[in-house]
């Protein structure tokens, strides 16, 4: 049983941030778990909005920069 994923990047020089987008069916502990990641891979979470929709779908948006305070580097590297 696979659960649609949607993932969209868009790096902001001038404030030094990227913005990574997800939108996938909530679930229990889904914040923890993305943040978790996101941690772990090095970022730091520097902002995050999150909605859930009527239809049962979360929006969540982080703002994340680099251990250095910059723009994620796999964002920087190509187009979002």
């Known amino acids: ?4 994923l949607v993932v969209s990047t ?3 020089v001038f404030r030094s941030n990227t913005e990574v987008t997800l939108v996938t069916p909530d679930q229990h502990g889904l914040f923890s778990k993305v943040a978790g990641v ?3 891979s090095g970022a730091n ?3 995050c909005k999150i909605f ?5 779908m979360a ?5 994340v920069q680099d251990s250095e305070g910059a723009v994620t ?6 187009p979002s």
Do not use: C, W, Y
């Open 10 to 12: 868009q790096h902001d």
């Open 38 to 40: 996101m941690s772990l």
């Open 73 to 78: 580097a796999a964002a920087a590297a190509g």
């Open 1 to 4: 049983n696979k659960q649609p």
């Open 52 to 56: 859930t929709l009527k239809d049962g």
């Open 45 to 47: 979470i520097v902002d």
């Open 59 to 63: 929006v969540e948006i982080f703002r």
